[in-house]
């Protein structure tokens, strides 16, 4: 490969999160075990380096003052949505800057609901949107995704469309991928969707933060993209934080086409004075959307394929009772441990203190609305995951 996805990277004592907390209280690591952060969603590879590359450039440049977005930013988006999507006929008009995904969800919800009422989402569900929905005073109705006889993870239509109308919900949230389960949805599904939020004239955000990160035996179909009324009752949200483990630098983006949803976005924005950008924010996105960038991602994506179908397999042979559907996308794995629970005798939280014990400092699945589930991060050099799933072998399961 062209770029590093093997070094170890020293991140502990750097500001990061993933390193420097383990969430969970009164459980310590034991004496001889090296710490692998496999819960929080980011990556533990060294940046692509056009990032730095722009971000010097632009530094080099002595003034910091207010500033409108370039035009670079714009055809950045427009370029990479083309490469990436396909997507064609994008104005700049339809982009606006957001503060993260949560922020731009935030928005919607204040700009096309009241507080008290009720949101269509799909569980297992980001704890990202639950706590907004906390945050905002709206309620969550859950559809709870279904594990067909394959192990693919699967919309319940009907469950959607009664729950809908049973609530009198007018907006929803679809997760394309879906995190956490990895699920990378097929046109055919998108659009019985879209056809059940149009019936029921529901405004549908679409939270597309992974939709670069995808095994390369699958593709991702943007939500807008399905039909004409997709393409205007959606907001689309992107961003290369996700992609290129960003998050510390800030800064998403909206696709809106709809004029109505676009100026009601517009002004609730206002409001908050929250969503000005951040100029290095602005030059990280050009320098990532680019041809290079394109490249490394390519890699990225078969560096995480490779630990998924590493990490698939050797569940399977060797943690009998835990159960897990593979991941088409996204660089997390999420496991059922139900039944090893139930054949062991111990809890889910006794579990969870085990790995942790050993340096496998991985997620509670729980507050993603399924019990006794864990998250696993698998975007780790190759080697770091193998040692994280013999340890596990050993110690835990």
């Known amino acids: 490969m062209k770029y590093d996805f093997t070094s170890r990277l020293n991140r502990k004592g750097h500001d990061a999160i993933a390193l ?20 929080v969603a980011d990556m533990n590879y060294p940046v692509f380096p056009g990032i730095q590359d722009a971000i010097v450039e ?15 930013y714009f ?67 859950d559809s709870p995704l279904i594990l067909d006889e394959k192990g693919i993870w699967r ?49 549908v955000i679409s939270d597309e933060i992974w939709s670069d990160i995808i095994n390369p ?22 961003a290369p934080s996700k992609t290129f483990n960003l998050a510390g630098l800030v800064g998403s983006y ?24 951040n100029i290095l924010s602005v030059y990280a996105l050009i320098g990532a959307y680019s041809d290079e960038g394109k490249i490394w991602v390519d890699e990225l994506c078969q560096t995480i394929a490779n630990n998924v179908n ?13 159960s897990l559907s593979y991941p088409q996308g996204t660089y997390m794995l999420y496991l059922d441990c139900d039944e090893y629970l139930k054949e ?12 942790v014990e050993v340096g496998v400092i991985w997620q509670d699945g729980r507050p993603f609305k399924k019990d006794n589930t864990i998250r696993i991060n698998l975007a780790l050099p190759t080697d770091l995951v193998k040692e994280a799933f013999d340890r596990l072998k050993k110690y835990v399961f």
């Open 20 to 39: 420097d907390i383990i969430p969970y209280d009164n459980v310590e690591i034991k004496e001889g075990f090296t710490t692998l952060p496999m819960w």
């Open 58 to 72: 632009r530094i080099n440049e002595p003034h910091f003052g207010y500033f409108m977005l370039p035009q670079k």
């Open 75 to 141: 055809d950045a988006i427009k370029d990479w949505q083309y490469a990436r999507n396909g997507i064609e006929g994008i104005e700049n008009v339809n982009i606006g800057y957001e503060n993260g995904v949560l922020g731009c969800v935030s928005t919607a919800l204040q700009a096309f609901t009241a507080p008290g009422e009720c949101i269509l989402v799909h569980s297992p569900t980001y704890i990202g949107f639950t706590s907004v929905f906390n945050s905002t005073g709206r309620k969550a109705i």
């Open 155 to 203: 919309m319940d239509y009907e469950d959607m469309d009664k729950k809908i109308k049973e609530n009198k919900i007018h907006l929803a949230i679809f997760c394309s991928p879906h995190n956490p389960t990895g699920r990378v949805w097929e046109k055919e599904e998108i659009e019985k969707a879209m056809e059940v939020y149009r019936n029921n004239d529901c405004i």
């Open 217 to 238: 035996d699958y593709k991702h179909i943007p939500t807008q993209s399905i039909s004409e009324d997709a393409k205007n009752r959606t907001i689309g949200i992107y």
């Open 254 to 277: 909206h696709i809106i086409y709809n004029k109505t949803i676009l100026d009601r976005m517009a002004k609730v924005e206002s409001l908050s004075h929250y969503n000005s950008a």
């Open 310 to 322: 590493f990490a698939y397999t050797f569940i399977k042979e060797n943690f009998k009772g835990v």
């Open 344 to 355: 062991k005798g111990i809890t889910m939280d006794e579990l969870l203190r085990k790995g």
